[in-house]
């Protein structure tokens, strides 16, 4: 299990990595939300015992309840935060892209065509 | 402690968000409306700031000052967040306030109706900088980061234009890839530590076995790219100047403490975690600060003698003072830290002050007049100019450039750091402890020296270069019209630099026992983690009494 998460996180982050350093705005924002696809996946795997499969987060109703048989909340909590953020920042973001097509009338990230 | 002062260390989060929510329900056009409740919340700000600044500055019992620990819904740390002031977070806050009075009291003369929602940014950008120098908590942190360069994405933007839209395609998605490489970095710290506590984090740190510490070190490496970004290092730096150029003038002013948040969480994060207990892991990185600092300044100085408008000259006196910082933070040396704190006030003053007056000083020229001003320079007839020299002997010089030209001088004297006021002070600060060091003094930090000089001879040529092309040969410009609301900031800001020079010795002493409080993480680290949330129902005599205050160093 590690090795496939291990390999879908270096696929999302070169294909994002590529996709900013292109020259149009389009491909700069699908490449910013491949790289948080990337980074939540990351911190999922950071989380406190290792991956884990069928293991709630919280305790069971009544009684101490075994550490072990618990995954990390952490994590969790911080991934949908961080989905939440990134996903308003992608939206602003986009805004900012159609405000910048229109006012220069073209979708290269530094606002002209570059000079042949 | 009185028990209304305990929820105090929340209300610079809670207030400017409430009201910043607030006026958002108003219809644009109840302008007065907006324009004065955002006014009483930034005043309301500075009144908490000042009064947090007094009580951390007050000796409780035998100790010689207070630090606040709020634990946020009651949760004791480390398992909740808590929000920290301490004498390093009051003075941020304080800069905070000090500046958002400025240059909010500057846009009300106009630039507030350029552009929709103007007060609303601006108090959520006065609430994510207020959280990101209160919280204790890295994740909390974060989300602080993303409310701050949230609203200074819109601001950016305020005015609209297409150079600012341009600027913004490149401001915002460098801060966006920087905030997923701050991501990972906590994410790979917390994996290790299992803590986003700062305070527990600086106890964990030097128990760290060898396999992991590498680990940790990674992570902390990657997280300190994030704030580099931010505060300007290079190479992490080219988009600032072309945005701080491209923004409106309260925006940039505003701007100027932007990258002082990353300074902060370095300084901050530098010292719990890599300070003198941190064992094997002691001044990690520090040399990477100091050597990137000490490129940031040459860059910099480089950069103010090259730049041709007066904004672009303010972007690169911004990363002059980032850089001065980062390598003073390089050197680990608490002496030398307590001179880059007051440094760190005076050029954030400075620089504000600047790009207002800035404006100020272009509003009367006609576009172009500068590159009129050099041609003229080259073209001009001499004898001419002599004519016109005898014609107007006599004529006063008209009151608001004098008065322009007067601050112009005052922001010159600051940003160079030149006697009187206390710009010269910082920097002699930091020059005679890197000088009164024991020992032989390094090589290293001669070249600091020297930079240290010759960044301060270049801001002052490009300065003054600027000042004679655009004050003294106003090539065909009328006097700008200035609104005294708009001449009171600036003046303001330059009279608190002046307060400080005069202030010298207390100012001196409170960056002192901040820099030293700061090289104590044990005490710090003792003090959050020590603190008891408060008991209501007063069943437990050791919890009640303690409360969100309890904590002292």
Known sequence: ?116 | MIPALDHLAILPVVLPLAVGAFILLFDERRRLLKMSLSLATVFTLLGIAVTLVVLVNTPTGDRWSTMIVYPLGNWPPPFGIVLVVDRLAALMLLLTAVLGCATLLFAMARWHSAGPRFYTLFLLLLMGLNGAFLTGDLFNLFVFFEILLAASYGLVLHGSGTARVRAGLHYIPINLVASSLFLVGVAVIYGVTGTLNMADLSRIVPTLPPDERILMESGAAVLGIAFLVKAGMWPLSFWLPTTYAAACAPVAAMFAIMTKVGIYVILRLFLLCFGDEAGASEEFGALWLYYGGMATILFGGIGVLASQSMQRLGGYSVLISSGTLLAAIGTGNSAVISGALYYLVTSTFAICAYFLLVELIERGQAAGADVLAVTLEIFGDPEEDIEDEDEEVGVAIPATIAVLGGAFVACTALLAGLPPLSGFIAKFAMLSALLNEAGDIPAAHWAFVVLLMMSGLATLIAMTRNGIRTLWVPAESEIPRVRAIEAIPVGALLLLCAAMTFAGGPAMRYMEATAQILYWPSEYARDVLGSRPADHTASDPRASGHGPSGATP
């Open chain 1, 1 to 116: 299990m590690e090795i496939v998460l291990a390999i879908g996180i270096g696929i999302f982050t070169a294909s994002g990595v590529w996709l900013i350093l292109r020259p149009r705005t389009y491909q700069v924002i699908i490449g910013l939300s491949l790289i948080s696809y990337a980074v939540n996946l990351f911190i999922f795997a950071m989380a406190g015992g290792g991956l884990r499969v069928d293991a709630p987060p919280i305790l069971a109703a009544g009684g101490v309840g075994n550490p072990a048989a618990i995954a990390d909340p952490i994590p969790q909590a911080l991934v949908l935060t961080a989905i939440v953020i990134g996903f308003a920042m992608t939206a602003l973001f986009l805004v900012v892209l159609l405000a910048a097509r229109g006012r220069t009338g073209t979708d290269h990230v530094d606002g002209r065509e570059p000079e042949r």
